[in-house]
C-alpha cells in the first residue's frame, strides 16, 4: 500500500508556499495587470464614459478652444492635444493627484483624443478611455 506521508522535499514546498501566501500584506492594493495597465480602460463605450464622469471622472475635451466654443459636452475641460503635456499639472488637478482615478477624453471623431490617452498614460495615469468623438456622448 503507497505511505500517504508527504516528502520531506514536498513538505519544505508546502510550508513555503504557506508562508508565501500568508506574508502578504493585506491592505496592499494589487497592481492592475500589465495588460490592462498597457492599454488603460475600455474605448469607445459612451456607456461607461457617463458612468465614469458621474462618479467623478473628468471629462476632457482635447480639441481646439475654437471646436470646444462650438459645442461641448457639458462640463467637460478644455486641454487641446498640442497643450496636454505642458498642462499635466492642470491634469493631476482634475484628478486631485490621484493618478487611479479614471479620466474620460474625446475630440472630434476619437483620433485625438486617442492620442491623448496615450499621453496621459505615458504620464502615470492607467486609467484613461476614450469616448471618440464629441457625438458619441449621448449614444447608447
Avoid: F
Avoid at 479614471?102 to 475630440?107: A, D, E, G, N
Amino acid at each position: 500500500m503507497p505511505s500517504k506521508k508527504l516528502s520531506t522535499a514536498g513538505a519544505a514546498l508546502l510550508a513555503l508556499a504557506s508562508l508565501t501566501a500568508c506574508s502578504k500584506d493585506a491592505n496592499h492594493a494589487p497592481s492592475p495587470a500589465p495588460e490592462a495597465a498597457a492599454t488603460g480602460l475600455p474605448d469607445r463605450d459612451p456607456a461607461l464614459a457617463r458612468k465614469l464622469v458621474s462618479e467623478g471622472a473628468p471629462l476632457v475635451d482635447v480639441r481646439t478652444p475654437e471646436e470646444y466654443a462650438g459645442g461641448h459636452v457639458d462640463g467637460a475641460v478644455n486641454v487641446p492635444i498640442d497643450e496636454l503635456d505642458a498642462r499635466l499639472e492642470e491634469i493631476d488637478k482634475l484628478t486631485s493627484g490621484d493618478k487611479n482615478k479614471p479620466i474620460v477624453v474625446y475630440c472630434q471623431s476619437g483620433g485625438r483624443a486617442g492620442r491623448a490617452k496615450d499621453k496621459l498614460m505615458k504620464a502615470g495615469h492607467p486609467r484613461v478611455t476614450n469616448l471618440g468623438g464629441v457625438g458619441d456622448w449621448d449614444k447608447k
